[in-house]
């Protein structure tokens, strides 16, 4: 079984990929906002304040942290 901490660092490796598609990153949001904790509200937010990374990228973290903060 994978352990959750590489999970996280590669789900947020995905989310910062600039040269990764809208889809794959979104994902990767989305991942991390079920996944929770701190590294992954962290990579949220820093994603979410970042207004060069895009539109729908931001709109995906903002949902993703819907979702960490139920959790």
Do not use: Y
């Not at 590669?10 to 990929?17: A, K, P, R, S």
């Not at 994603?47 to 949902?63: D, F, Q």
């Amino acid at each position: 079984m994978t352990d959750p901490k590489t999970v996280i660092d590669t789900l947020i490796q995905q989310l910062n990929n600039h040269s990764a598609g809208v889809v794959i990153r979104s994902a990767a949001a989305e991942g991390l906002g079920f996944a929770g904790g701190v590294d992954a509200t962290k990579a949220l937010i820093a994603v979410l304040t970042n207004t060069s990374a895009g539109v729908e990228i931001r709109a995906a973290a903002a949902r993703a942290l819907g979702h960490a903060v139920h959790h």
